[in-house]
């Protein structure tokens, strides 16, 4: 019950905070038990709670096209995976837009803003990963050992670059 007070009560609710919404009733109505959205989606259909979106065709295939660019890889002539395609999100008048690049032909100011935009999606997951490890530690607190979590990935990096760079021959 105590994550139903973050829903707030507008006379227009955003998308989130519909899905929100359904989604805590979902949870109320089973228990808590772990599920898919998919799952709750339905239910939530199927309650009048939401309704199916009307789809725009061009918004699909630009999200479907922009998953298949997230998901190209190339190899270079060193043997190291790389993706292709790169993107930079830029807000104009209030809507943000993606604009993707190859990697061989993207200016170097676009791969600059890309780059740094991936950094900084990866530092705000670890941010908020540290913050719900945190708290879930303290409502347990007592009842399980804490669990631990480790934001320093050089090692990490290192030993996977290693894992994947080309075995050489003993002469």
């Not at 959205?37 to 199916?52: F, H, M, N, P």
């Not at 669990?147 to 021959?169: S, W």
């Amino acid at each position: 019950m105590r994550h139903l007070k973050t829903f707030r009560q507008r006379i227009e609710p955003t998308k989130n905070e519909q899905l929100q919404h359904a989604w805590r009733q979902y949870e109320l109505a089973h228990h808590h038990l772990p599920t898919s959205a998919r799952q709750a989606v339905e239910w939530g259909v199927s309650k009048g709670i939401l309704t199916l979106p009307e789809l725009d065709p061009y918004d699909i295939l630009a999200g479907n096209m922009a998953s298949a660019l997230r998901e190209e890889y190339e190899t270079d002539n060193q043997g190291r995976r790389y993706r292709l395609n790169h993107a930079v999100r830029v807000t104009k008048g209030g809507v943000q837009y993606t604009f993707w690049a190859m990697l061989d032909y993207a200016p170097h100011s676009h791969m600059e803003k890309a780059f740094a935009q991936r950094r900084e999606q990866i530092v705000g997951d670890c941010d908020q990963l540290k913050t719900d490890v945190d708290v879930y530690n303290d409502m347990n607190l007592g009842k399980n050992p804490p669990i631990q979590i480790v934001l320093d990935f050089g090692d990490d990096v290192i030993e996977r670059q290693i894992a994947r760079a080309p075995r050489r021959k003993a002469a």
